[in-house]
């Protein structure tokens, strides 16, 4: 693979952002800020907050997504700053950690910037107050990497405790903590669906699902530290960088790895970033490079080799780039192949080996395919003898030359001789409701007298002639699970005219309620669903669906009846509903009532906060978040009341009162540490207090002011 673009700095580039199709922003290792013009790579403008960083394994510069802010660690890296991009304006800055900063991040929405510390604890601050917010759930030791799912709803941070903590940004609520590497995590990236893959120091990666909080798949193939992810085409490709300076490529949908050295470099990968418009994979380097591939370069070239019939050269650009394999070029190839086979089956069953030669013309030069060319061909060797037998109804002959070459099975010859079988057995089933028919039903089946798939089917139709009738009786009455557990129990009945129907109504319901549900009507759509349940190959989606819908019409019936609480309950708990258009209304308003909130917050205004959240106050879900905001208020209250030098007692008066309400926090632990200083005498122990948690706080708890 070579670049199509590249650029060349002074010292290691750490981030990579795209801005539109115009613009590239480049940040380097003393946090100089290039804007670059996309096509020529020429700097535009630039912003040096001079911050100097040795290590950058980790995000120690972060941009958000509209680069209005950046994060950034300081020189030293005993602290973290937020800046205001256009003004060059400090906005807040967290200098709380007990130990050096480790990374830094601001979620998608742009609403916290994040600082995590060698000491576990991430703190958030409130971007427009500058003020510190809450604190994520903590971990024993340093912080790794903090990632965001791409709605914002989803902030997970990894540690070398070797654990991963989940965190609800909507309703501020701790999810879980994934427990399954044995070395420090070093690596998050979230993936559509509640997928979150991590990668630890031992280059373990594991795909995860954070609403069950189990694993999906095991990455397996990487060999090296891993310093920087990215992923692309829809979220198709994974993309991987590593200390030695290689890329690795994983397939998402298979979670198999593509290629251990899809390209290589000679210096450690320092920044990944993919542009989705563009199918260009943007790498830095250690060395000052900034370097543009675009992945599916060679395409053109793909698709004039295929209308020049000159396929043997495909294979060239796929050994250069194996993820042409990918493209729409070879998607054509491959399907011209998949037709083509089809083509020369059809020949070679009519008998025409002649044609079947002149139409592999052009692809017996690739390896691959001669291989399977003549694979093919034997397969296909003794096919004019099964052609015989089925015409002669030898079937004894038949069948196990047809098990011995399978691919025998996929031709009209076979399906003719198994319709003939399933005809025999209906005819069979019609002359068993009289018991003198013994000898007549042994004539019938005498064709398949030594076809032992077939002997065991015939035995039981002969014996369980009353379970046949059973098995009707249950259709008729449409007990469709009782029909199943009979056909699970009794194979032969699966061979039967009437189970055939039974799978066929079912496949065709299914599309009804399919219909139903795509115009609109869920009611009619539930009913078959329910029907669906009895059916074993329908069976979990329908429960599945069943569920959504139930959960969709509560929903919109709370809606109508203007019950907020219940709404809110029920979204909370329904993924489906969050993606709708009420669903996202609603979340909208909360939001945007929280970010009120979170301005109250950042001036001590309990009643601001109160008034704000208001009809808020009964929604169960929505507790821990009103619990951070009011959290947050008292804070700031002792905050102010530490920088006023109020009366000792006050304050220790108001530690006491956080900690009745809230517990041990790690705001109230860094607040205790600054109050020490400025009080060296007090005897407050924050351990002996009466300790109450922010998990069993409620509503009814909200004081006006912590210090009285």
Partial sequence: MDYIKNSKFEKAVIDIKILGDNYLLVSDSATTIRYLDYETLEIKNQLKANAVHERYVNNVVYLSPDAD???????????????????????????????????????????????????????????????????????????????????????????????IAIFNLITM??????????????????????????????????????ISSKIVARLNGIHDDVTA???????????????????????????????????????????????????????????????????????????????????????GYIDKNPL????????????????????????IESGNKQGTTKLFEGFMEIPSKKQQIQKLLAQYAEFDKFLLLVTQNRYALAYPLANVNPIFKETKAYKTMEMQWKKSISIAQKYMLNSNNHEKIKEIFAPYRGVA????????????????????????????????????????????????????????????????????DT???????????????????????????????????????????????????????????????????????????SRFAAKASVDGVKNTLLKYMNIKSKFMAIATAVSWCYITQLNIALKNKTEQKIIENGIKNYILYYGLSDQITTFFTAFVK???????????????????????????????
């Fill in 69 to 163: 802010y950046l994060a950034l660690i300081s020189t030293g890296a005993r602290e973290s700053k937020l800046y205001d991009t256009k003004t060059k304006k400090l906005i807040g800055m967290v200098n709380r950690h007990q130990g050096e900063v480790s990374c830094v991040a601001i979620d998608p929405k742009t609403k916290y910037m994040f600082s995590g510390g060698d000491d576990g604890i991430t703190f958030g601050v409130d971007i427009k107050s500058g003020q510190l917010a809450f604190t994520l759930p903590r971990h024993i030791d340093t912080i790794n990497d903090i990632a965001f799912s791409k709605s914002g709803q989803w902030v997970a941070t990894a540690s070398y405790d070797k654990n």
């Fill in 453 to 520: 798939e077939k002997t065991a089917i015939i035995q039981d139709l002969m014996v369980n002639s009353a379970l046949f009738n059973r098995f009707k009786s249950a259709l008729v009455q449409k007990s469709f699970k009782l029909a199943f557990e009979l056909a699970k129990k009794h194979p032969f009945l699966k061979e039967t005219a009437e189970y055939n129907a039974l799978i066929n109504y079912s496949d065709t319901i299914y599309m009804k309620a399919k219909n139903f549900e795509k115009s609109g």
């Fill in 173 to 210: 609520t701790p999810k879980d903590r994934l427990k399954a590497h044995s070395a420090p995590v070093v690596k998050l990236q979230f993936l559509s669906k509640n997928r979150l893959i991590s990668i630890d120091k031992k280059s373990s990666a594991i795909v995860w699902d954070i």
């Fill in 523 to 597: 009611h009619a759509a539930v009913k078959i669903y329910r029907i669906l349940v009895d059916f074993e190959d329908f069976k979990d989606e329908a429960k599945e669906l069943i569920d959504d819908m139930e959960h969709q019409h509560k929903f919109y019936a709370a809606l109508a009846e203007k019950d907020i609480a219940t709404a809110y309950n029920i979204l909370d708990d329904s993924d489906t509903l969050q993606y709708s258009q009420e669903g996202m209304k609603l979340e909208e308003a909360w939001e945007n009532d929280y970010l009120t909130a």
């Fill in 678 to 708: 400025e009080y060296p005498n007090t005897k407050l122990v924050l351990e002996s207090q009466v300790q109450g948690s922010i998990e069993v706080w409620k509503p009814s708890m909200i004081v006006n002011s912590i210090l009285d």
């Fill in 324 to 347: 042409l394999v990918y493209t729409k070029a070879y998607l054509s190839f491959d399907e011209l192949w998949v037709s083509t086979l089809q083509k020369a089956k059809e020949l």
């Fill in 229 to 315: 992810i990215a992923v692309g085409c829809d979220e198709s490709f994974l993309f991987l960088g590593t200390k030695l300076g290689y890329i690795l490529v994983y397939d998402l949908k298979t979670y198999e790895q593509i290629s251990m050295k899809y390209i290589k470099l000679e210096s450690t990968v320092t920044a990944l970033n993919f542009d989705e418009a563009k199918n260009h994979l943007l790498i830095g380097t250690e060395n000052g490079d900034l370097l543009i591939y675009d992945i599916f370069e060679d395409e053109k070239a793909m698709y004039e080799m295929i209308s020049y019939k000159k396929y043997h050269l495909l294979q």
